[in-house]
């Protein structure tokens, strides 16, 4: 059973940036992709970028394009999503999440409902 825990989520400035890490363990499978998601106050669990831990192809969706940035570092076992000139409406509870055996193409795509969760960090951009 995969385990993710996310860290680093902060109140932050607009236009600063910000670096989440979602460790990961328990893995079962040779290959997962593993993505990040968030979630703002009254609005639905939006997906923003996957990567597998295969090879480290990534996939971004939405919001994620520009500003945002996964990137896996595999001796730790943790994916990292770098964020950018941050805006207000980047505020919300950010997520990590894994599905096995799949591309991540077909995890943001949501093709396939993840196989674990995180328990979300909490992101602010507020002045």
């Known amino acids: 059973q995969v385990q993710l825990v996310e860290s680093g989520g902060a109140s932050v400035q607009p236009g600063g940036s910000l670096t989440l890490s979602c460790a990961a363990s328990?893995?079962?499978?040779?290959?997962?992709?593993i993505g990040w998601f968030r979630q703002a106050p009254g609005k639905e669990r939006e997906i923003l970028s996957c990567i597998s831990t295969r090879d480290g192809s990534t996939y971004n969706q939405g919001s994620a394009q520009g500003r945002f940035t996964i990137s896996i570092n595999n001796a730790k076992d943790t994916v990292y999503l770098q964020m950018n000139n941050v805006k207000p409406e980047d505020t919300a509870v950010y997520y990590c999440?894994?599905?096995?055996?799949?591309?991540?193409?077909?995890?943001?795509?949501?093709?396939?409902?993840?196989?674990?969760w995180g328990q979300g960090t909490r992101v602010t951009v507020s002045s």
């Open positions: 328990g893995f079962v499978y040779e290959v997962y992709a």
């Open positions: 999440a894994a599905v096995n055996l799949v591309t991540p193409q077909a995890m943001c795509l949501r093709r396939y409902e993840p196989d674990a």
